[in-house]
């Protein structure tokens, strides 16, 4: 059982994009300790000769005909955005000043 | 006219309409009216639809100018708030979403204002469709309308509430685990989650993308099957849409209201979910037992069968669900649409993260934590890769259950409504309650549960849950409407008719 750590949850939380105060990594590394306890007996059945299942049922890769549908307009794309200008989205800057 | 507006069942209702009675705009008034005599005590609403009256004038002249309309024109219907609506905010019970208002609607919801229905408003829901009490929404939980101390089920406990409160004739919920089932057991009334593909999910917001499915909540079996017909079907806007025609569930309900489909069918009890031992409430057993006793009675066959996988279900579901929502979840990124909360200084990254952590709440933190950890590099195998094999597993345990039964038959929740504030701080007791619900999203099969009556330790409500081979909803429409009209005879009347006045 590999060990959840405050780290853990930190490094977790920086992947998901989560600025997680201490209390939240706190409370989170006792909760997903127990869960990953709870959640690890899949692996006393998981043996090897036993195919994975992603999807319910299965289908083919879904294609349609090559042909412009009904799209979004750009205003309409845009009306839910915090911010955008000149017909696009618009951000903070991308890269840091040490970057 | 001796129709009651609100307590009478969408076919009562669209017959009523039909034969011009009465009209869609006293029948949506009623509605509003008793919207805004409940709503504060239940809250199953986010918000009222502020041109119901319109849509529903609309519907009546076009009635009067002699227009043939669908069957369920001009009758009104609630909306899970995780469905997009052009004309109304669709948060999924989020404050990263507060205020949103889609640039287009979810196909179901298209649909059914192809077919004349009256949207009224968007139901309350556990944030993300995450939780089992709608006690993890953003915007206050959803009081049971048979105890406004208990939980109404989650995460479409608004949805259910809002049919068992008579603030609906109809709603639509979403199901990933269970979460239009397991609201109707407890609030006594029906939901039906189809089989994986057969509704479609394009402008539902996504939470687990291999197990969420649309479906109908109701009052009744044949008012499911009248929505499942408007709604269902398949879309080329979702890639999961199974392409094959489908035969209508109102005729399948129908039949089962004859008395047909009983004699002879073969229902299988699942050994692993039918014992006190393993977590079931007394009394929900024991309501249990009698509804399989009443469908021998009528000719139906009891088989015990074994599904010794499904003891590994919850814990390959919160290993999947987690995974697929991490991933699902990583577009409220402050840019595109929701919530941004601004950074001095700041990258886009820091933007990001603190959008996400001030706009999720605690369950939402909690799974796409649990997600990302088991999908990253190291555990992807032991974790993710392992439920996947269990997902083979169950379905095998469904297919050889199946090759024995006609359906399976369990209590569609453990216990009855637990009251508010109980468990919302015990993740893993929470998970539990959907024990009897997950391995039909798991292997992708149909499930329904209907009321069974009333728990005697505590009279609340209990609800049966039938499932049935992929593809094969209208059997289910069919063995649940028998059940219904037996148990109905022997309650004289709906078990909803027992619900205290609000």
């Not at chain 1, 998901?16 to 899949?42: H, M, N």
């Not at chain 2, 502020?50 to 849509?55: F, G």
């Not at chain 2, 052009?86 to 889609?102: F, H, N, Q, R, Y």
């Not at chain 2, 038959?409 to 453990?414: D, F, G, N, R």
Request: overall charge negative.
């Amino acid at each position: 059982m590999p060990d959840i750590t405050p780290d853990v949850v930190s490094h977790l939380a920086n992947l998901a994009r989560i600025a997680l105060t201490e209390d939240e990594i706190a409370r989170l590394t006792g909760e997903l300790e127990q869960i990953v306890e709870s959640v690890a007996k899949v692996t006393a059945v998981a043996t090897p000769d036993v195919p994975a299942t992603s999807h319910p049922i299965p289908l083919g890769t879904v294609t349609r005909p090559d042909v412009v549908g009904v799209t979004l307009t750009t205003e309409q794309a845009l009306a839910g955005a915090p911010a955008s200008e000149a017909g696009q989205f618009k951000v903070a800057s991308i890269l840091g000043e040490e970057q | 006219m001796s129709l009651d507006l609100i307590r009478s069942s969408a076919a009562d209702v669209a017959a009523a309409l039909e034969a011009r009675e009465v009209s869609s705009v006293e029948v949506t008034q009623a509605h509003l009216d008793r919207i805004a005599a409940v709503d504060g005590a239940v809250h199953a609403y986010l918000h009222v639809a502020s041109d119901a009256l319109d849509v529903a004038r609309s519907i009546d002249e076009r009635r009067a100018a002699g227009e043939q309309l669908a069957p369920l024109a001009g009758v009104p219907v609630a909306i899970k708030d995780v469905l997009c609506t052009v004309d109304m905010p669709s948060t999924a019970g989020s404050k990263i979403l507060e205020g949103w208002v889609p640039p287009y609607d979810a196909t179901v919801v298209a649909r059914m204002r192809a077919a004349g229905l009256v949207p009224l408003g968007k139901t309350n829901m556990d944030e993300f469709a995450m939780g089992s009490s709608t006690e993890h929404s953003a915007y206050g939980n959803t009081h049971n309308p048979w105890d406004l101390d208990r939980i109404p089920g989650g995460s479409g406990g608004g949805s259910a509430a809002a049919v068992a409160a008579f603030e609906a004739p109809l709603a639509l919920g979403s199901d990933t685990g269970g979460s239009i089932r397991q609201p109707a057991a407890v609030t006594g009334s029906v939901g039906m989650k189809p089989t994986y593909g057969g509704v479609s999910r394009y402008g539902a917001i996504a939470l687990a993308s291999s197990l969420d499915q649309v479906g109908p909540v109701t009052r009744t079996v044949l008012d499911a099957g009248l929505l499942h017909d408007v709604i269902g079907g398949h879309d080329p806007r979702d890639s999961t849409s199974i392409p094959d025609a489908w035969p209508s569930f109102a005729d399948a309900a129908r039949a089962g209201l004859r008395g047909e489909g009983l004699k002879g069918l073969r229902v299988g009890v699942v050994t692993e979910l039918s014992q006190e031992s393993q977590g079931f409430q007394a009394g929900v057993l024991q309501r249990f037992r009698e509804s399989l006793a009443l469908l021998e009675a009528q000719g139906a066959e009891i088989v015990e069968v074994s599904a010794p996988s499904f003891e590994y279900a919850i814990a390959a579901y919160y290993l999947i669900l987690p995974a697929e929502a991490s991933s699902n979840l990583a577009k409220f990124d402050s840019v595109r649409f929701g919530l941004r909360v601004d950074v001095p200084g700041g990258t886009v990254e820091d933007v990001m993260a603190a959008t996400r952590e001030q706009g999720f709440g605690p369950e939402v933190k909690r799974r796409i934590i649990l997600g990302t950890y088991a999908l990253s590099a190291g555990y992807y195998d032991a974790y993710y890769g392992s439920a996947q094999k269990v997902r083979t597993l169950i379905q095998r345990d469904f297919d050889a259950a199946f090759a024995q039964v006609d359906v399976l038959a369990t209590p569609s929740a453990p216990t009855t409504a637990f009251p508010l504030g109980s468990k919302v701080d015990d993740p893993l007791a929470m998970y539990l309650n959907d024990l009897t619900t997950i391995p039909a999203n798991l292997a992708g099969v149909p499930g329904i549960s209907i009321p069974a009556g009333l728990a005697p330790e505590d009279g609340l409500p209990v609800g049966i849950q039938f499932m049935a081979p992929v593809r094969e909803d209208a059997r289910l429409y069919t063995v649940a409407a028998g059940l219904e009209a037996l148990l109905e005879q022997q309650w004289g009347g709906p078990l909803l008719a027992q619900a205290p006045a609000l």
